[in-house]
Protein backbone atom coordinates (compact mmCIF):
# COMPACT_ATOMS: atom_id res chain seq x y z
CA UNK A 1 0.00 0.00 0.00
CA UNK A 2 1.19 3.21 -0.91
CA UNK A 3 2.16 5.60 2.14
CA UNK A 4 0.53 8.92 1.55
CA UNK A 5 0.99 11.01 4.82
CA UNK A 6 3.39 12.97 3.11
CA UNK A 7 1.61 14.53 0.68
CA UNK A 8 -1.12 14.22 3.03
CA UNK A 9 0.16 16.18 5.72
CA UNK A 10 0.93 19.39 3.01
CA UNK A 11 -2.46 19.20 1.91
CA UNK A 12 -4.19 19.14 5.16
CA UNK A 13 -1.83 22.17 6.31
CA UNK A 14 -2.45 24.25 3.79
CA UNK A 15 -6.27 24.09 4.00
CA UNK A 16 -5.91 24.80 7.55
CA UNK A 17 -4.32 27.61 6.94
CA UNK A 18 -1.27 26.30 8.66
CA UNK A 19 2.63 27.61 8.06
CA UNK A 20 5.26 25.05 8.29
CA UNK A 21 6.73 26.61 11.15
CA UNK A 22 3.69 26.61 12.77
CA UNK A 23 3.12 23.31 12.86
CA UNK A 24 6.49 22.53 13.65
CA UNK A 25 6.08 24.63 16.77
CA UNK A 26 2.84 22.38 17.72
CA UNK A 27 4.30 19.22 17.43
CA UNK A 28 8.29 20.69 19.03
CA UNK A 29 10.48 20.03 15.72
CA UNK A 30 12.32 22.59 13.32
CA UNK A 31 10.91 24.22 10.30
CA UNK A 32 13.34 22.54 8.43
CA UNK A 33 12.13 18.77 9.29
CA UNK A 34 8.31 19.22 8.06
CA UNK A 35 9.85 20.84 4.98
CA UNK A 36 11.68 17.27 4.32
CA UNK A 37 8.53 14.96 5.06
CA UNK A 38 6.87 17.20 2.64
CA UNK A 39 9.19 16.82 0.35
CA UNK A 40 9.90 13.23 1.16
CA UNK A 41 13.06 12.98 2.20
CA UNK A 42 12.63 12.06 5.56
CA UNK A 43 10.15 9.91 7.44
CA UNK A 44 8.77 11.11 10.41
CA UNK A 45 9.05 8.81 13.46
CA UNK A 46 5.70 6.84 14.87
CA UNK A 47 5.68 9.31 17.72
CA UNK A 48 5.56 12.37 15.68
CA UNK A 49 3.17 10.75 13.00
CA UNK A 50 0.84 9.93 16.24
CA UNK A 51 1.21 13.90 17.20
CA UNK A 52 0.43 15.02 13.84
CA UNK A 53 -2.40 12.48 13.19
CA UNK A 54 -4.29 14.14 16.82
CA UNK A 55 -2.94 17.51 16.03
CA UNK A 56 -4.94 17.31 12.36
CA UNK A 57 -7.64 15.63 14.35
CA UNK A 58 -7.42 12.78 11.06
CA UNK A 59 -6.99 9.35 12.47
CA UNK A 60 -3.45 7.95 11.54
CA UNK A 61 -4.85 4.94 9.15
CA UNK A 62 -6.38 7.55 6.97
CA UNK A 63 -3.12 9.97 6.71
CA UNK A 64 -1.24 7.02 5.88
CA UNK A 65 -3.66 4.71 3.42
CA UNK A 66 -5.55 7.71 1.68
CA UNK A 67 -5.15 10.96 -1.02
CA UNK A 68 -6.77 13.25 0.72
CA UNK A 69 -6.30 15.29 -2.39
CA UNK A 70 -8.42 12.71 -4.39
CA UNK A 71 -11.92 13.37 -4.18
CA UNK A 72 -13.28 9.45 -4.10
CA UNK A 73 -11.48 9.10 -0.86
CA UNK A 74 -13.42 8.35 2.33
CA UNK A 75 -14.56 11.61 3.52
CA UNK A 76 -12.67 13.00 6.43
CA UNK A 77 -13.59 16.44 7.87
CA UNK A 78 -10.12 18.39 7.73
CA UNK A 79 -12.00 21.30 9.14
CA UNK A 80 -13.09 20.07 11.93
CA UNK A 81 -13.23 22.26 15.22
CA UNK A 82 -12.24 19.13 17.68
CA UNK A 83 -9.24 17.93 17.99
CA UNK A 84 -8.23 15.12 19.76
CA UNK A 85 -5.25 14.51 22.48
CA UNK A 86 -3.65 11.72 24.00
CA UNK A 87 -4.61 10.44 27.59
CA UNK A 88 -1.64 8.91 29.20
CA UNK A 89 -2.28 6.26 32.26
CA UNK A 90 0.86 7.55 33.87
CA UNK A 91 3.30 10.19 33.43
CA UNK A 92 7.00 8.40 32.99
CA UNK A 93 9.88 10.37 34.90
CA UNK A 94 12.57 12.11 33.15
CA UNK A 95 10.76 11.50 29.40
CA UNK A 96 9.18 14.49 27.71
CA UNK A 97 5.55 14.90 27.07
CA UNK A 98 5.95 14.46 23.36
CA UNK A 99 8.05 10.85 23.63
CA UNK A 100 5.37 9.26 26.19
CA UNK A 101 4.25 6.10 25.07
CA UNK A 102 1.80 5.30 27.97
CA UNK A 103 -1.74 6.34 25.75
CA UNK A 104 -4.43 4.59 26.69
CA UNK A 105 -7.04 6.50 24.78
CA UNK A 106 -7.56 10.22 23.42
CA UNK A 107 -10.18 12.28 23.93
CA UNK A 108 -11.77 15.80 22.45
CA UNK A 109 -10.82 19.53 23.29
CA UNK A 110 -11.80 22.77 21.27
CA UNK A 111 -9.02 23.39 18.67
CA UNK A 112 -9.67 27.16 19.85
CA UNK A 113 -7.76 26.15 22.72
CA UNK A 114 -4.52 25.60 20.99
CA UNK A 115 -4.15 29.09 19.50
CA UNK A 116 -1.06 30.35 20.29
CA UNK A 117 0.54 27.15 19.84
CA UNK A 118 -0.45 26.10 23.26
CA UNK A 119 -0.53 22.08 24.11
CA UNK A 120 -2.65 19.71 25.98
CA UNK A 121 -2.67 16.19 27.00
CA UNK A 122 -5.06 14.28 29.42
CA UNK A 123 -3.90 12.15 32.74
CA UNK A 124 -5.78 9.27 34.34
CA UNK A 125 -5.87 9.53 37.64
CA UNK A 126 -4.58 6.72 39.90
CA UNK A 127 -4.56 6.62 43.42
CA UNK A 128 -6.71 9.35 46.41
CA UNK A 129 -4.12 11.78 47.38
CA UNK A 130 -6.39 14.59 45.48
CA UNK A 131 -9.84 13.48 46.59
CA UNK A 132 -12.02 14.67 47.30
CA UNK A 133 -11.78 17.52 43.99
CA UNK A 134 -10.50 14.20 41.90
CA UNK A 135 -11.42 10.86 41.47
CA UNK A 136 -9.62 7.41 41.26
CA UNK A 137 -10.02 7.30 37.11
CA UNK A 138 -11.29 10.77 36.52
CA UNK A 139 -9.30 12.57 33.47
CA UNK A 140 -7.47 16.10 33.29
CA UNK A 141 -6.71 18.08 30.71
CA UNK A 142 -3.27 19.63 31.48
CA UNK A 143 -1.74 22.97 29.47
CA UNK A 144 1.77 22.23 29.32
CA UNK A 145 3.04 25.86 30.69
CA UNK A 146 6.56 27.08 31.33
CA UNK A 147 5.67 30.63 32.69
CA UNK A 148 6.41 29.91 35.90
CA UNK A 149 4.26 33.13 37.52
CA UNK A 150 0.96 31.15 36.48
CA UNK A 151 1.50 28.04 38.96
CA UNK A 152 1.12 29.22 42.51
CA UNK A 153 -2.32 28.14 43.67
CA UNK A 154 -2.43 25.42 40.87
CA UNK A 155 -3.14 21.61 40.39
CA UNK A 156 -0.36 20.83 38.44
CA UNK A 157 1.36 17.75 37.02
CA UNK A 158 5.26 17.76 38.26
CA UNK A 159 8.29 15.81 37.30
CA UNK A 160 11.16 15.36 40.30
CA UNK A 161 14.70 14.36 40.02
CA UNK A 162 13.84 12.80 37.00
CA UNK A 163 12.63 9.74 38.44
CA UNK A 164 9.76 10.76 40.34
CA UNK A 165 6.48 11.86 38.85
CA UNK A 166 3.02 13.41 40.61
CA UNK A 167 0.46 15.33 40.81
CA UNK A 168 0.01 18.37 43.44
CA UNK A 169 -1.48 21.91 44.23
CA UNK A 170 1.53 23.91 44.07
CA UNK A 171 2.18 26.66 46.43
CA UNK A 172 5.02 29.35 46.12
CA UNK A 173 5.85 30.89 48.87
CA UNK A 174 9.43 32.96 49.59
CA UNK A 175 11.47 29.54 51.17
CA UNK A 176 10.32 27.87 47.78
CA UNK A 177 7.71 25.64 47.02
CA UNK A 178 4.96 23.00 48.50
CA UNK A 179 3.25 20.44 46.89
CA UNK A 180 0.23 19.46 48.52
CA UNK A 181 -2.62 17.19 48.80
CA UNK A 182 -6.23 17.64 48.67
CA UNK A 183 -6.28 14.58 51.04
CA UNK A 184 -5.28 15.64 54.42
CA UNK A 185 -4.15 11.75 54.88
CA UNK A 186 -1.34 12.54 52.52
CA UNK A 187 1.92 14.31 53.96
CA UNK A 188 2.78 17.54 51.97
CA UNK A 189 6.15 17.53 50.14
CA UNK A 190 8.04 21.20 51.27
CA UNK A 191 11.05 21.76 48.62
CA UNK A 192 13.63 24.97 49.37
CA UNK A 193 14.41 27.14 46.10
CA UNK A 194 17.77 24.86 46.29
CA UNK A 195 15.66 21.95 45.37
CA UNK A 196 13.93 23.03 42.86
CA UNK A 197 17.03 23.98 41.18
CA UNK A 198 19.07 21.18 42.28
CA UNK A 199 16.78 17.81 42.05
CA UNK A 200 15.08 19.69 39.30
CA UNK A 201 11.64 20.06 40.76
CA UNK A 202 9.74 21.10 36.78
CA UNK A 203 6.51 21.64 35.99
CA UNK A 204 5.07 19.88 32.82
CA UNK A 205 1.24 20.87 33.04
CA UNK A 206 -1.85 22.98 34.50
CA UNK A 207 -4.64 21.18 35.35
CA UNK A 208 -7.43 22.99 33.07
CA UNK A 209 -10.39 20.76 33.14
CA UNK A 210 -11.74 17.21 35.13
CA UNK A 211 -13.31 14.94 32.95
CA UNK A 212 -15.48 12.24 35.76
CA UNK A 213 -17.06 9.13 33.51
CA UNK A 214 -20.35 8.41 34.83
CA UNK A 215 -21.08 4.29 35.36
Known amino acids: MENYFMKNIKYVREKRGLSQSKLAEMIDVNQTTIARWEDENRIPTIDKAIQVSSILN??????????????????????????????????????????QSDIIEYVEIPKIWTRGGKKFYGLKISGDSMFPKYNEDDI???????????????????????????????????????????NTGYDIMMFSKEDVEQLPIKVVGIAREKRTKID
Do not use: C, R, W
Open 140 to 182: VIFEQNDDTTLYHGKDVAIMINGTESTFKKLLVNEQGIVLQPY
Open 58 to 99: IPLDILVGKNLQIDNVEPVNIDSNIIKIPVFGTIKAGIPIES
